[in-house]
T-cell receptor, first 117, second 110 residues
Framework: SAVISQKPSRDICQRGTSLTIQCQVDSQVTMMFWYRQQPGQSLTLIATANQGSEATYESGFVIDKFPISRPNLTFSTLTVSNMSPEDSSIYLC??????????????FGPGTRLTVL | SQKIEQNSEALNIQEGKTATLTCNYT??????LQWYRQDPGRGPVFLLLIRENEKEKRKERLKVTFDTTLKQSLFHITASQPADSATYLC?????????FGQGTELSVKP
């Protein structure tokens, strides 16, 4: 399985500012995803990070609010822009490698706990 | 749209007993269904996958069943231990993405 790290692990931010979260994988993977987990809720997929092209966003999420980069097969960033208290959540990146499995089993990073004041 | 429902209430059991968690889904039947464990402050960890043509899958003290007629999966932990306390999530794949249930929090008391 892949080893995934995220930075920062947690942060407290002021309303109106932006935060960029980094996700680093120890091996090349085909698919990387970003999820949000609001307090007491399950995981909601924000977008699929595509290497070399624009991310694919799920309904309810837009690029202006959650710009995503994926410059190579081991790294991605998610920015939470113009934050409000409603953005307080845990943000998780996950990966799976279609060359190794056909079953969409995903491996998750430890998450970034964001609090917006 | 596809929906997944898990027991929303926390499950409290005594150490040594068998915990049974339920996952129900609507609409189409997936080719396979997955179970994850999530500890507080951590990302989910993959536990088991069961395919539509498999009625049962086991891994150590874990057992998963899959009934495509009932559109339901059951997740069992036998001889439960306090270390099994966590939130358990079921997930199914849709178009290359995973859709997660809301999770069931399990608490095993010594």
């Amino acid at each position: 399985s892949a080893v995934i790290s995220q930075k920062p692990s947690r942060d407290i931010c002021q309303r109106g500012t932006s935060l960029t979260i980094q996700c680093q994988v120890d091996s090349q993977v085909t698919m990387m995803f970003w999820y949000r987990q609001q307090p007491g809720q399950s995981l909601t997929l924000i977008a699929t990070a595509n290497q070399g092209s624009e991310a694919t966003y799920e309904s309810g999420f837009v690029i202006d609010k959650f710009p995503i980069s994926r410059p190579n097969l081991t790294f991605s960033t998610l920015t939470v822009s113009n934050m409000s208290p409603e953005d307080s959540s845990i943000y998780l990146c996950s990966v799976y490698d279609r060359t190794r499995t056909s079953t969409d089993t995903q491996y998750f990073g430890p998450g970034t706990r964001l609090t917006v004041l | 749209s596809q929906k997944i429902e898990q027991n929303s209430e926390a499950l409290n059991i005594q150490e040594g007993k068998t915990a049974t968690l339920t996952c129900n889904y609507t609409n189409y039947s997936p080719a396979y269904l997955q179970w994850y464990r999530q500890d507080p402050g951590r990302g989910p960890v993959f536990l088991l996958l069961i395919r539509e043509n498999e009625k049962e899958k086991r891994k150590e003290r874990l057992k998963v069943t899959f009934d495509t007629t009932l559109k339901q999966s059951l997740f069992h932990i036998t001889a439960s231990q306090p270390a099994d306390s966590a939130t358990y999530l079921c997930a199914l794949a849709l178009g290359g993405k995973l859709i997660f249930g809301q999770g069931t929090e399990l608490s095993v008391k010594p």
